[in-house]
């Protein structure tokens, strides 16, 4: 679990008994023994549901596999604050994270939710700060889908195509490392990627189902975008880069690269302050 939180604590009262002043940080909580809950949302009676999940620091695993349930799965924690808090209005359904009171020894608290989601038309958003995720959407039906997150360590995958035609993708994250793999499968007309400084990498695998656009504003980071060769792609780069490279079969127009293919056409507009650009097939 990252200790981010807790140094960036230490380093202030540091700061601030520097300048002769006193602070005094509460005693660590410590953890107690590990808690699983089992957690089962069965499916609004509606055609569609819309689904928050708020996760703080932790491991999130999510997957389909819920069959005719919205949710199911387990949340294992070892602070009791931290238990889940499951509301539900109508078709819209929030589950977060419990506020913890104090500040936890962070070297041995365990926060991991493991859940399945079921087939009804989705707009889910995934609200989180600084965690380790392993997301698969495969197989799902989203029709929206937004994703906030701080530092984190994040694997999303679209390993099979999404069964619903997704509006727009939005992924907002800190200082991270996301890897998000066959974007084409998330049948998305629309996609925004915004970061700060980290590792991130997009790629476009699966099977581009209808034309889409795809937005990205990152700080200084390191950016791969993967387009599989056939595939016919636009790139407009804008921004401080210092380090831009296509590989073979794309043709350059100033900051414009061009990718001749047949099918629907994916177009990406990226800025960036600074960092590079490598995009591969």
């Known amino acids: 679990m990252s200790k981010r939180i807790f140094l960036a604590l230490l380093v202030l009262s540091l700061a601030i008994m520097a300048c002769g002043f006193n602070l005094n940080l509460p005693e660590p909580r410590t953890p107690g023994p590990d808690v699983t809950d089992k957690i089962s ?21 999510l997957a389909s596999g819920a069959g005719k349930s919205l949710v199911s799965g387990t949340a294992t924690y ?9 509301k539900q209005d109508g078709s819209s359904v929030t589950i977060k994270q419990g506020d913890t009171q104090g500040f936890p020894n962070m070297n041995a608290v365990k926060n991991e939710w493991d859940l399945k989601l079921g087939d009804v038309p989705l ?6 700060g600084a965690y380790e995720g392993k997301l698969d959407f495969g197989g799902l039906a989203l029709t929206g889908l937004t994703i906030n997150d701080g530092a984190s360590q994040t694997k999303a995958d679209f390993s099979s195509t999404n069964q619903e ?21 998330a049948n998305a007309s629309m996609i925004t990627f915004e970061s700060g400084m980290g590792n991130y990498t997009l790629d476009f695998g699966g099977s581009l189902q209808r034309d889409s656009s ?7 980071s390191n950016l791969t ?7 016919a792609a636009t790139v407009r ?45």
């Open 214 to 220: 795809v937005s990205i504003r990152s700080g200084m």
């Open 225 to 231: 975008l993967i387009i599989p060769s056939g595939v």
């Open 123 to 128: 707009d889910l958003t995934i609200n989180a």
């Open 78 to 86: 070892n602070i009791p604050d931290f238990k889940p808090e499951i």
């Open 237 to 281: 780069v804008s921004g401080g880069l210092s380090n831009v490279q296509f590989s073979s079969g794309w043709t350059q127009n100033g900051q414009t690269y061009t990718q001749a293919g047949s099918g629907p056409t994916l177009t990406v507009v990226i800025d960036m302050g600074a960092g590079n650009l490598q995009v591969t097939q």
């Open 41 to 61: 949302v069965n499916t609004p009676d509606a055609k569609s549901a819309s689904l928050t999940l708020i996760f703080g620091a932790g491991k999130l695993s």
């Open 165 to 185: 035609k997704l509006g727009i993708l939005s992924y907002k994250t800190g200082a991270s490392n996301v890897t998000l793999k066959n974007l084409a499968n």
